[in-house]
């Protein structure tokens, strides 16, 4: 008796490199029909697409964490540059971060990336400086204190020994300020912070 399951099972087995070469062509020649038909296919079933992606996360959370962790282990340069690229699209978040976790910044500047990190800001710093106008005295600075009345130019909080004034720049180095008297306001340390690297007069 003829078994047409059989048949068919056996004839796939004789023929399979055949069949292999014909899918592969198959593949090549309507490789374009697939991108649109996948694209038309995706326009119409975001929904699903994303549920199903969420779903299939969930199931699988611990094979994709190790997924990831594996990808970035073997990506370390694109992470960098994507990380990079996102902050400085991001500067609000940042912002936002440090403010928020103060204790947490304090405690990473005191490990060793931390302190590297600090040194190399300082260094760039110290760089630009070289390449403005630095004509600030130290008498200078005293006639600013006075003129602001040993007072922040910014809050108006008077400085003290546990509060000591800083040197801030109304238009900052890194964006083409000079170390100049006209430049140069009293702050306190939480409004210098605070300030960053934003163009910003004081109020006084």
Known sequence: MFNQKEYMKKYRQEHKETAKNYMKIYREEHKEDKKEYMKQYREGNKIYI???KKQYYQNNKKHHQELMKEWRKNHPEYIKEYDKEWHRNNPEYNKQYRKNNPEYINEWYKT????????????KRRSKLREITNTLTANEWIDILKQYKFRCAYCGKEFTLFDRETRDHVIPISKGGDNTKEN?????????SKKGINIFKGEN
């Open 184 to 192: 140069v306001v009293p702050a306190c340390q939480s409004c210098n």
């Open 50 to 52: 994303k549920e199903n």
């Open 112 to 123: 060793e990336k931390g302190k590297a990190l600090a040194q190399r800001s300082r260094s």
